[in-house]
T-cell receptor, first 110, second 112 residues
Framework: LAKTTQPISMDSYEGQEVNITCSHNNIATNDYITWYQQFPSQGPRFIIQGYKTKVTNEVASLFIPADRKSSTLSLPRVSLSDTAVYYCLVGGAAGNKLTFGGGTRVLVKP | DTEVTQTPKHLVMGMTNKKSLKCEQHMGHRAMYWYKQKAKKPPELMFVYSYEKLSINESVPSRFSPECPNSSLLNLHLHALQPEDSALYLC???????????FGPGTRLTVT
């Protein structure tokens, strides 16, 4: 079972880049890595998903090293509205467990 | 339509009540999930349905009973709950097991 750990909290300022690393030492061969954003009293919202190397979409980038034991979510030029909790989720393939990290509270300051 | 809807939004129930939570999606997704989330904690997976069949039950107590009547609907039947079951219950769906999940807004459940 992949134990998934993240920093508890992180502060940043508007316009800066925020990088959040998730550690998943026991990731299975066919597990995916997915990141979600959650605001209070709302369901998590999908940000990005990857399997290996680098994935980029219009809101974020995901970096996964060759050993896949960690992953880093990169949020470019954050704004106040990016203040939220960010979760990594490891797993997803049929038969595999789904394990959320503990979540990282990101506070973006003006 | 990329929305997952959940009803009710809030539910207060006594320990002897029977109630149900409902989840619906019309995205043609074939995997549906129930999660439980306590305050300031990550969601905890409870059940996964894949192609309308229960594929994962994370050792959830029998007082929680899931049901998938068709590919668009997912229910969670609740009976004889305990106060510690009070939480936000989230439903999610995905195209298939390995794809990104779309979450509903959740049902805030309080057991008195």
């Amino acid at each position: 079972l992949a134990k998934t750990t993240q920093p508890i909290s992180m502060d940043s300022y508007e316009g800066q880049e925020v990088n959040i690393t998730c550690s998943h030492n026991n990731i299975a061969t066919n597990d995916y890595i997915t990141w979600y954003q959650q605001f209070p009293s709302q369901g998590p919202r999908f940000i990005i998903q990857g399997y290996k190397t680098k994935v980029t979409n219009e809101v974020a980038s995901l970096f996964i090293p060759a050993d896949r034991k960690s992953s880093t979510l990169s949020l470019p030029r954050v704004s106040l509205s990016d203040t939220a909790v960010y979760y990594c989720l490891v797993g997803g393939a049929a038969g595999n467990k789904l394990t959320f990290g503990g979540g990282t509270r990101v506070l973006v300051k003006p | 339509d990329t929305e997952v809807t959940q009803t009710p939004k809030h539910l207060v129930m006594g320990m002897t009540n029977k109630k149900s939570l409902k989840c619906e999606q019309h995205m043609g997704h074939r995997a549906m999930y129930w999660y439980k989330q306590k305050a300031k904690k990550p969601p905890e997976l409870m059940f996964v349905y894949s192609y309308e069949k229960l594929s994962i039950n994370e050792s959830v107590p029998s007082r929680f009973s899931p049901e998938c009547p068709n590919s668009s609907l997912l229910n969670l039947h609740l009976h004889a709950l305990q106060p510690e079951d009070s939480a936000l219950y989230l439903c999610a769906s995905s195209q298939d097991r390995a794809y990104e999940q779309y979450f509903g807004p959740g049902t805030r459940l309080t057991v008195t």
